[in-house]
């Protein structure tokens, strides 16, 4: 699966980018198999989006490029 090198998300006359939402502190994620890691990082997730002005379109993007490891496999 490949990914587009630039993600932007497009709201009213603003680009945001996704290393502006990287900077929103966005956690990354390597499959831990842990459940309360896998918790904290959705938590972590739905508190950077909560804090950000991104579209719906974009998030799913987004936050696939913080899968890492064993969870891109």
Do not use: H
Request: glycine residues 8%; aromatic residues 16%.
């Amino acid at each position: 699966m490949t990914f587009p090198t630039k993600l932007v998300a497009i709201v009213g006359a603003c680009t945001l980018f996704f290393r502006d939402f990287c900077n929103c502190g966005a956690p990354e994620f390597f499959g831990e198999k842990d459940p309360i890691a896998s918790r904290r990082w959705l938590v972590g997730m739905v508190n950077t989006f909560q804090t950000s002005f991104y579209l719906e379109e974009s998030k799913v993007g987004f936050d696939s490029r913080l899968l890492k490891g064993r969870a891109r496999d």
